[in-house]
């Protein structure tokens, strides 16, 4: 079965972007793209809302071919040129993408199907609104928290609509020279 992983970016006050979407104070470096390069190895399918594919879909098929591409853009891009891409969106209505599947009704069932094919780890990155459905309904397996050392005051909080306890247990952390530090949590399993 595949697992849901989560991979997002989030300021010390718990937002994953500024009030009109800005993500400009998000700190990297190679050290963090190289982390998040083995955690890509380990998947094959990268899941999106509509806003974030349309980001990542302007950027990464090309990104290689840029005569600036550094290592992190070629690597993945190669990658997302051969993950499975599935969008969860109303509104996406483009026939004949390659390589991605448009999710329009039902997400949490269509996602639990998706986690049951044949295949490695799925892999969600930003995507805010895709993160906060899915923990409301159960089917995020683990999350990696990158925590920027900056304070926003408010923006696009990283947990919403949530109105039930999620119990997560600590697996491990990680400490950047970009300042930013990994959290990695496990979904609690039920008994």
Known sequence: MKKIIVSMHTSLDGYVAGPKGEMNWIKFDDELFDFVGKMTDKADTALYGRKTYEMMHNYWPTADQKPNATKHDIEHA???????????????NE?????????SSNPAENIESLKQENGTNIMIFGSASVTHLLFSEGLIDELWLFVN?????QGIPLFKGINHTVNL????SKEFSCGVIGLHYLKKQEN
Do not use: C, M, N
Not at 169 to 172: C, D, L
């Open 95 to 103: 026939p004949g993408l390659d390589k991605t599947r448009i999710i």
């Open 149 to 153: 050392p900056v304070v926003l005051g």
């Open 169 to 172: 247990i600590f697996a491990e």
């Open 78 to 92: 190669h990658w997302y040129k051969q993950s499975l891409k599935v969008v969860i969106s109303t509104t996406l």
